[in-house]
């Protein structure tokens, strides 16, 4: 099993990572490096609680505000009320 420095390593994972947001599956060929372990990566620093976009997803989750009938609902005057961000990949 081949080992990679903590600076190969880091540099894979930003291209996974936003801004650049690439898929596994093309980092994996172009750096000659299994999607699994592109992974497993991943999977670890998502367990030390940093944020990751998941499996098939290729961007982080970004808030979108939207104008709907929640709107009416949110108990706040001003500013964006929680209804109406929606989260999406």
Same mark, same amino acid.
């Given at each position: 099993?081949?080992?990679?420095? @903590?600076?190969?390593?880091? *540099?894979?994972?930003? !291209?996974? @990572?936003?801004?650049?947001?690439?898929?596994?599956?093309?980092?994996?060929?172009?750096?000659?490096?299994?999607?699994?372990? @592109?992974?497993?990566? @991943?999977?670890?620093?998502?367990?030390?609680?940093?944020?990751?976009?998941?499996?098939?997803?290729? !961007?982080? *989750?970004?808030?979108?505000?939207?104008?709907?009938?929640?709107?009416?609902?949110? !108990?706040?005057?001003?500013?964006?009320?929680? *209804?109406?961000?929606?989260?999406?990949?």
């Amino acid at each position: 099993m081949p080992r990679y420095s @903590l600076e190969r390593r880091e *540099a894979v994972l930003k !291209k996974l @990572l936003p801004p650049h947001s690439r898929s596994v599956p093309d980092v994996a060929a172009e750096e000659n490096i299994s999607e699994q372990t @592109l992974y497993n990566w @991943l999977k670890q620093l998502r367990s030390e609680g940093k944020p990751v976009p998941h499996s098939g997803q290729k !961007k982080l *989750a970004q808030p979108t505000v939207t104008t709907n009938r929640r709107r009416r609902n949110c !108990k706040e005057d001003k500013g964006i009320c929680s *209804a109406d961000l929606l989260f999406h990949g």
